[in-house]
C-alpha cells in the first residue's frame, strides 16, 4: 500500500503515510486465523486496532517488495481482482527513479 486507507475506510496499514520522504510502500498480512477469530477480529481494520493481533497481523515496509505465493490465488489491485496470481512485484516511484539514473 502507498497509503493508509482503502475499501471505505479499511486502515490496514495504520502508519504508512503516502507523502513520507523515504517513498516506502507497506504489505500488510493477515494470517493463521480461522473464519470465526478473523470474522471477531476483522472490524478492528476500521480503527487500526488489527496489528495489535501480533501473532495474526503483520505489516513490512520497503522500496521494493515481491511476493510468491505457494499457489495460485486471486489479488484486490486497485479495487480490480485479478485472478491465478503466482507473484507479484511492488516498487516504490524512488526506487525506480534509482535504477533509471
Same mark, same amino acid.
Given at each position: 500500500? $502507498? ?11 495504520? +502508519?504508512?503515510?503516502? @507523502? $513520507?520522504? +523515504?517513498?516506502?510502500? &507497506? @504489505?500488510?498480512?493477515?494470517? &493463521? ?5 478473523? @470474522?471477531? /477480529? ?13 501473532? $495474526? ?12 505465493? +505457494? ?12 485472478? /491465478?496470481?503466482? /507473484?507479484?512485484?511492488?516498487? &516504490? ?9
Amino acid at each position: 500500500m $502507498n497509503g493508509r486507507f482503502f475499501g471505505g475506510g479499511m486502515m490496514p496499514t495504520p +502508519d504508512q503515510d503516502r @507523502l $513520507n520522504p +523515504d517513498r516506502t510502500v &507497506s @504489505l500488510f498480512v493477515w494470517h &493463521s486465523t480461522g473464519k470465526i477469530k478473523t @470474522l471477531m /477480529n476483522f472490524p478492528k481494520i476500521f480503527t487500526g486496532e488489527h496489528i495489535k493481533l501480533k501473532t $495474526n497481523c503483520e505489516v513490512f515496509k520497503g522500496k521494493n517488495i515481491f511476493v510468491e505465493f +505457494d499457489r495460485p490465488c486471486a489479488l484486490q489491485i486497485d479495487g480490480e481482482t485479478v485472478l /491465478n496470481v503466482k /507473484n507479484y512485484k511492488v516498487e &516504490s516511484a524512488l526506487s525506480k527513479e534509482k535504477v533509471n539514473v
